[in-house]
C-alpha cells in the first residue's frame, strides 16, 4: 500500500507565506510525478505545481511567480513553498503521485487534503 501524508497547511494572513509537505510511504519501485492540487469550496479542483522526476517543473499561471515546488527524492518528499499568499488562494490543498509499484504499474496517489486559508 502506498499513502501520502501531507503537512504545513493552515490559516495565514495575505501577504504570508507557507510551506507545504507531502512524504510517500509504502512499498514502490519509483515516484514519477509528483504534484500540488487544490479545490476551493464550489469549484473544480486543479492542478497548482507538478515536478517530475528529473525536476521539470510546471505550474499554473496565477501562481507562478508565488509558490514553488521541489521535492526530495531521497525522502520520497514533495513540497510546496507558497509565498504572497492571496485570499484566492484559499483552498483544500491535495498531495498527488504517479508511481511504478514494486511490479512497474503504474498507480495513481491522492493525499488527504490539508486546509490553507488565508485571511485579510
Known amino acids: 500500500q502506498v499513502e501520502l501524508v501531507e503537512s504545513g497547511g493552515g490559516l495565514v494572513q495575505a501577504g504570508g507565506s507557507l510551506r507545504l509537505s507531502c512524504a510517500a510511504s509504502g512499498s514502490f519501485f519509483r515516484i514519477n510525478v509528483m504534484g500540488w492540487y487544490r479545490q476551493a469550496p464550489g469549484k473544480q479542483r486543479e492542478l497548482v505545481a507538478k515536478i517530475d522526476s528529473d525536476g521539470t517543473t510546471a505550474y499554473t499561471e496565477p501562481v507562478k511567480d508565488r509558490f514553488s515546488i521541489s521535492r526530495d527524492n531521497a525522502k520520497n518528499t514533495v513540497y510546496l513553498q507558497m509565498n504572497s499568499l492571496k485570499l484566492e488562494d484559499t483552498a483544500v490543498y491535495y498531495c498527488?503521485?504517479?508511481?511504478?509499484?514494486?511490479?512497474?504499474?503504474?498507480?495513481?496517489?491522492w493525499g488527504q487534503g490539508t486546509q490553507v486559508t488565508v485571511s485579510s
Open positions: 498527488n503521485a504517479d508511481l511504478l509499484t514494486r511490479f512497474r504499474n503504474p498507480i495513481n496517489r
